[in-house]
Structures are given as structure tokens and as C-alpha cells.
């Protein structure tokens, strides 16, 4: 059976993460409850706007879910916005965070809309995870990861500043992996 993947469809960019999962091959569905959360194999909670994120995940009433859905173990694929909902705290300004992943962000901390780039990152400091290439990456108003917790492992650099992470099977990508051609990052993540 094929493995069937959901992404987070409150805001934000979860278009594209739908086209990219289903280009890997899985079955995707959009998110907006509990009930399809619990059916999942995985989850991407996207780009977007964090603070609309979380009024949003207030208002459907999803954080006890979500929460769940991290605990028990699936993997999380979390893209920017989505990366700083799910890190332990938050500046620039500071706000709100569940805390799935021990690491600390600063929102915009690599520039405002116009100083978005593209760049290849440096996969080698674990060559187990996404092979020897390195990965095109674009980064939109991405936030810098200015804390990484002990059990959190670099898998992906740009400019020596560690961009992909993960703890366990939940991943946190400042960047949008979902943007090129390039799948490795999903395949990874949610398996072949
Ligand atoms: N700057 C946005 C925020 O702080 C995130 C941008 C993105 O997801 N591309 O929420």
C-alpha cells in the first residue's frame, strides 16, 4: 500500500508540497482535522505565515492533534513558517511555539522578501541522508536556527549555518525543499 501523506492546508504554501509528495508518489491529502491527521503515514506542515498559522491551528482546533500526531512517532517534514511553529522558541518577535523540535529560530533572520535566494546546500555533513549532491534550496523570509539542542543532528548547511535538521522523525528545513525539482528531502523523510 502506498504510504499516504498530509500536508497541513490552513495557509501558506501547501500546493506545492501536495505536487512534490505526489511526484515522489504517495497518497496526499490536505489537512484541516483531526480525524484525517489520525489517518496518516506523515505529515509537512508548510510555509506560510506562522502567526496566521497559529490562529488558524486555534481556531480548528488542531494543536492537541498535532501534538499527538508528533508523539506517535511518524515523521514530520516542517518547512520554514512550519519550522518555527514546531521549534521550542521563537525572536524576531517572539511568539508562540509547540516545542516539537529543540531548536530556537529568529523569524526573517536571513532578510526581508527581496533578499530571498536560492543556494545548494552542502549535504555532506551526513552523506546517509540525502547522498554526496548538493541539494538546491530556496529560502523566502526563512528563518535562521540560532540554537540547536543536543539531540538534534545537521543534516544540510549553507554557508556553514545549518539549514535541514532533524530530531528523531521530526525535520526542520528553514528553506522550501518543495520549490525544485529535487525530491531527495521528501523521499527521505517519508520513506521510498
Ligand atoms: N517569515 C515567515 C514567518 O515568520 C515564514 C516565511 C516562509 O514560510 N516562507 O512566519
Redesign the pocket.
Known amino acids: 500500500m502506498t504510504r499516504r501523506v498530509g500536508v497541513l492546508a490552513l495557509q501558506?504554501?501547501y500546493g506545492v508540497h501536495i505536487s512534490a509528495l505526489e511526484r515522489c508518489g504517495y497518497t496526499v491529502c490536505e489537512v484541516r482535522d483531526a480525524e484525517t491527521l489520525s489517518s496518516l503515514d506523515g505529515l509537512v506542515l508548510?510555509?506560510?505565515?506562522?502567526?496566521?498559522?497559529l490562529k488558524l491551528i486555534k481556531r480548528f482546533q488542531l494543536e492537541d492533534a498535532l501534538t499527538h500526531f508528533v508523539r506517535s512517532g511518524r515523521p514530520i517534514l516542517a518547512?520554514?513558517?512550519?519550522?518555527?511553529l514546531a521549534s521550542t522558541a521563537?525572536t524576531?518577535p517572539e511568539?508562540r511555539s509547540f516545542g516539537w523540535l529543540d531548536v530556537d529560530v529568529e523569524?526573517?533572520g536571513w532578510g526581508r522578501q527581496v533578499h530571498?535566494f536560492e543556494a545548494p546546500a552542502d549535504v555532506t555533513p551526513c552523506a546517509d541522508h540525502f547522498g554526496e549532491l548538493p541539494l538546491p534550496l530556496m529560502?523566502?523570509?526563512?528563518?535562521r536556527l540560532t540554537r540547536i539542542g543536543s539531540d538534534v543532528e545537521v543534516l544540510a548547511t549553507v554557508s556553514d549555518e545549518p539549514v535541514i535538521v532533524r530530531q528523531g522523525q521530526v525535520y526542520g528545513a528553514t528553506?522550501?525543499p518543495e520549490l525544485t525539482s529535487d525530491l531527495r528531502v521528501h523521499q527521505r523523510v517519508f520513506g521510498p
Not at 518547512?79 to 518555527?84: D, R, S
Open positions: 501558506g504554501g508548510p510555509g506560510g505565515e506562522s502567526t496566521t498559522h518547512t520554514c513558517a512550519g519550522l518555527i521563537v524576531g511568539q523569524r526573517n530571498s529560502f523566502i523570509r526563512a528563518p528553506c522550501h
